[in-house]
Antibody, heavy 116, light 107 residues
Framework: EVQVVDSGGDLVQPGGSLRLSCAAS????????MNWVRQAPGKGLEWVSF????????YYADSVKGRFTISRDNARNSVYLQMNSLRAEDTAVYYC?????????WGQGTLVTVSS | DIQMTQSPSSLSASVGDSVTITCRAS??????LAWYQQKPEKAPKSLIY???SLQSGVPSRFSGSGSGTDFTLTISSLQPEDFATYYC?????????FGQGTKVEIK
């Protein structure tokens, strides 16, 4: 069974940093691209970042470019999102998502709250 | 960036009704269109990819159609578990973009 489990969300002050993790199981992790998608409280879905299966291709939304870094460790079946210079508008539930036929599996989400 | 516009933003329907949600892309995206269902406080669930193909395990009462810029999601014979918010999303090019969502409520 495919499982994607997000973790690492927390309360952090503006300007602070946080690292999210996503652990995948039940499939050959290195064969799939991955994304992070977020959802601010009461709002819709917003794509954040993409990483290809070999890490050779990476994309970011303009709203996080230069502040967030996506990475993956295929040996550990994990993908990460390093978030620096956090702002109040980064407050959201962050979902890790597998790219199969479009997004086919989602993590359960992890809440990041940026507030003083 | 490609803008995705859904209509309506919300609708009320009864169990057994057929409902249709529309999604329009600001430029042609061929069939690179997906639909997701989200219930309150839950992660989204993937329903449809390539505009009309059902993800594994999705009931056949869900169907999608369209290509280019205009797409629809139809739920035939609405079931109690179908009351949720639905999002379309283009994956023709990055940045991937989502519609604003359509909330399907019980009448």
């Amino acid at each position: 069974e495919v499982q994607v489990v997000d973790s690492g969300g927390d309360l952090v002050q503006p300007g602070g940093s946080l690292r999210l993790s996503c652990a995948a199981s039940g499939y050959t992790f290195s064969s799939y691209d991955m994304n992070w998608v977020r959802q601010a409280p009461g709002k819709g879905l917003e794509w954040v970042s993409f990483i290809s299966r070999s890490s050779s291709t990476i994309y970011y939304a303009d709203s996080v470019k230069g502040r967030f870094t996506i990475s993956r460790d295929n040996a550990r079946n994990s993908v990460y999102l390093q978030m620096n210079s956090l702002r109040a508008e980064d407050t959201a539930v962050y979902y890790c998502a597998r790219v199969g036929s479009a997004i086919d599996y989602w993590g359960q989400g992890t809440l990041v709250t940026v507030s003083s | 960036d490609i803008q995705m516009t859904q209509s309506p933003s919300s609708l009320s329907a009864s169990v057994g009704d057929s409902v249709t949600i529309t999604c329009r892309a600001s430029q042609g995206i061929s069939s690179w269109l997906a639909w997701y269902q989200q219930k309150p406080e839950k992660a989204p669930k993937s329903l449809i990819y390539a505009a009309s193909s059902l993800q594994s395990g999705v009931p056949s009462r869900f169907s999608g159609s369209g290509s280019g810029t205009d797409f629809t999601l139809t739920i035939s014979s609405l079931q109690p578990e179908d009351f949720a918010t639905y999002y379309c999303q283009q994956y023709n090019s990055y940045p991937w973009t989502f519609g604003q969502g359509t909330k399907v409520e019980i009448k």
